[in-house]
T-cell receptor
């Protein structure tokens, strides 16, 4: 069964450092998302991406965040200068259409900022 | 604004019992809802969805009920099994239709 894959599974980084989280969405999907989940809290929307551009972003997705689809298969989330409060699980998701279809989630990357 | 929430943060049941997990939403214009299951250390996994033109939808051992009058959504799990232990989230499509907005989650614990 096709799945969304994310790497690494766990990333530890120093405060102020840049991190890149990587995702390979399901191959025939067209819409891509990043969500984050702070420990014990709900899953929060960060950004959606379609046709090589951001279609929507939340208040969380400030100038420190960026996304890219560099090669037609990978979908990355970059945090330019990490803060302690960026520590969370980051989930990538993809879906086939914008309509009423579910999004498929990856297993997540646990980011720990120290 | 948009918000989706659940009534209870935790629910404990015995194996074989039926479980009911509830969710309240605030956006009366919402027209699509999903229930996700999240096991420890994993990403959310799709369980079942429902569109606003329906009141009820059944899957394998799961049923979702939608009451648009009171903006309430519920997930019923029949004959709950230990493998059902997880956090359950309801989610709704945002106003722009570009993303899913999640509620806080209910932790279901099933004891045998």
């Amino acid at each position: 069964e096709p799945e969304v894959t994310q790497t690494p599974s766990h990333q530890v980084t120093q405060m102020g450092q840049e991190v890149i989280l990587r995702c390979v969405p399901i191959s025939n999907h067209l819409y891509f998302y990043w969500y984050r989940q702070i420990l014990g809290q709900k899953v929060e929307f960060l950004v959606s991406f379609y046709n090589n551009e951001i279609s929507e972003k939340s208040e969380i997705f400030d100038d420190q965040f960026s996304v890219e689809r560099p090669d037609g298969s990978n979908f990355t989330l970059k945090i330019r200068s990490t803060k302690l409060e960026d520590s969370a699980m980051y989930f990538c998701a993809s879906r086939t259409t914008m309509g009423d279809t579910e999004a498929f989630f990856g297993q997540g990357t646990r980011l720990t900022v120290v | 604004g948009e918000s989706v929430g659940l009534h209870l943060p935790t629910l404990s049941v015995q194996e074989g019992d039926n479980s009911i997990i509830n969710c309240a939403y605030s956006n009366s214009a919402s027209d699509y809802f999903i229930w996700y299951k999240q096991e420890s250390g994993k990403g959310p996994q799709f369980i079942i969805d429902i569109r606003s033109n329906m009141d009820k939808r059944q899957g394998q051992r799961v049923t979702v009920l939608l009451n648009k009058t009171v903006k309430h959504l519920s997930l019923q799990i029949a004959a709950t099994q230990p493998g059902d232990s997880a956090v359950y989230f309801c989610a709704e499509k945002n106003q722009a239709g570009t993303a899913l907005i999640f509620g806080k989650g209910t932790t279901l614990s099933v004891s045998s």
